[in-house]
């Protein structure tokens, strides 16, 4: 029997979690969505035949699994509105959200649930994510397993041992992605400076960053060496990154992480 999955939001990342499921082989019909923004609730039902649904309780009711998918900021009121069911049905939990913690979460639901911290990326919807994964103390062997073979659908899974590291799970691979976006934003845009034509330059910035990818993932070799492989002496890869060093590019990058870990550390605390 195919699980039934409730997601509760519908919006970015649930897409991405629902297009890879769906593309994957689970059960539209056992994939039920609450959302409450017409145009993405019937966008979900019209591009992958789940049951969309405009109000959280109704998506819920009879899911053996809930993701929590809405913004940090609206978490709470959201557990709160489904504590009587979750108190009566006793699923097994997943939130997606960035900062959010399981005790937090337990607390809103009426406590004693079973809650998994889940924080996967937007390549899920290509099936090419990863997702962090932490659950708490009630969660049991059989929804461990249950939460990573969920996600385990959409790219692999990684548990974390210390639920305070997940923020930095966070910072690296949730928010990451943004990163290569923008690092293809500068790329492009510097090669159109350069005199490249727009189309050119996107095409070649593209393939760079998927064969580099495809590099670092498929050969056993560290970044740095397979970046030592790049850079000819007094040729023209050192030159950039001469320059990307004299600028202080590993600090910002390292700073850029912390400040994202911070803000998931303050996303927890101004709920609690
Ligand atoms: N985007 C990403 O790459 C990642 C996001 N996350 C986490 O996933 C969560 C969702 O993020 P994201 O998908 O980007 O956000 P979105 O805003 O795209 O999606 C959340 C959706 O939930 C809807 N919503 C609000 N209240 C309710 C409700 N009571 N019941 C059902 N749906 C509701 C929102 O509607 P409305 O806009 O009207 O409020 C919105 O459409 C966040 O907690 C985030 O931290 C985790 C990993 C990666
Ligand atoms: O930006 C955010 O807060 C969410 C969490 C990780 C990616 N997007």
Redesign the pocket.
């Given at each position: 029997m195919t699980l039934s999955i409730a997601f509760?939001?519908?919006?970015?990342?649930?897409?991405?979690l629902i297009g890879g499921l769906a593309s994957r082989g689970h059960k539209p019909a056992a994939l039920h969505v609450?959302?409450?923004?017409d145009s993405?609730r019937e966008g979900l039902q019209s591009d992958f035949g789940v049951a969309a649904y405009g109000?959280?309780a109704a998506?819920a009711d009879g899911a053996a699994v809930w993701v929590?998918?809405?913004?940090?900021q609206?978490?709470r009121?959201?557990c709160e509105?489904l504590a009587p069911l979750a108190q009566a049905q006793h699923p097994l939990v997943i939130?997606?959200?960035?900062?959010?913690g399981t005790r937090q979460l337990d607390q809103w639901l009426g406590g004693g649930q079973a809650v998994v911290r889940?924080?996967?990326?937007?390549p899920a919807l290509l099936g090419a994510g990863i997702t962090g994964l932490f659950a708490n103390p009630a969660t049991d062997d059989a929804g461990r397993e249950r939460s990573a073979a969920l996600l385990h659908a959409v790219g692999p899974t990684v548990w974390i041992d210390d639920e305070a590291r997940m923020d930095a799970v966070?910072a690296v691979s949730?928010?990451g992605?943004?990163y290569v976006f923008l690092l293809a934003e500068a790329m492009t845009a510097a090669g159109i400076r350069q005199g490249l034509a727009p189309e050119a330059a996107q095409a070649l910035v593209t393939q760079t960053l998927l064969g580099a990818a495809t590099m670092l993932s498929q050969l056993d070799e560290p970044a740095e060496v397979l970046r030592a492989r790049v850079t000819s002496p007094g040729g023209t890869t050192q030159a950039a990154i001469e320059t990307f060093e004299a600028g202080g590019f590993r600090a910002l990058v390292d700073s850029a992480i912390a400040a994202a870990t911070e803000r998931g550390r303050q996303?927890s605390a101004a709920h609690d």
């Open positions: 509760i939001g519908g919006g970015n990342m649930a897409r991405s609450a959302e409450p923004v993405l109000s959280a998506a929590l998918a809405v913004k940090p609206v978490m009121a959201v509105e939130s997606v959200a960035a900062g959010i889940a924080m996967p990326n937007t966070t949730g928010s992605p943004a996303l």
